[in-house]
Nanobody, 122 residues
Framework: QVQLVESGGGLVQAGGSLRLSCAAP????????MGWFRQAPGKEREFVAA????????YYADSVKGRFTISRDNAKSSVYLQMNSLKPEDTAVYYC???????????????WGRGTQVTVSS
């Protein structure tokens, strides 16, 4: 069992920045690929970004490419999402998850956090 806890969400004006964090305490963190997803009201959950186990490879949805950066610190068992140039359409609950692949798919029985709200005002 892996517990994931997201933080860093909030209210920001369009054009602003936020940095989300996802802590996953445990010695097995480095064995997981990690990813971020988001879900806006009335919409399906969508893939945002993924990162390989050692952080050497990163993948992004087209909608966030060039604005968002995913990173990880295995020593701190944490993954991050730096979000710049935020737009109102980025408003959603953001979730981190384990076992996420570069195409946005994920393994069955992976682990998810409870999410953190990001609201971007126009």
């Amino acid at each position: 069992q892996v517990q994931l806890v997201e933080s860093g969400g909030g209210l920001v004006q369009a054009g602003g920045s936020l940095r989300l964090s996802c802590a996953a305490p445990g010695r097995t963190f480095s064995s997981y690929t990690m990813g971020w997803f988001r879900q806006a009201p009335g919409k399906e959950r969508e893939f945002v970004a993924a990162i390989s186990r050692n952080g050497g490879s990163t993948y992004y949805a087209d909608s966030v490419k060039g604005r968002f950066t995913i990173s990880r610190d295995n020593a701190k068992s944490s993954v991050y999402l730096q979000m710049n140039s935020l737009k109102p359409e980025d408003t959603a609950v953001y979730y981190c998850a384990t076992d996420v692949l570069g195409d946005g798919s994920y393994l069955r029985n992976n682990f998810w956090g409870r999410g953190t709200q990001v609201t971007v005002s126009s």
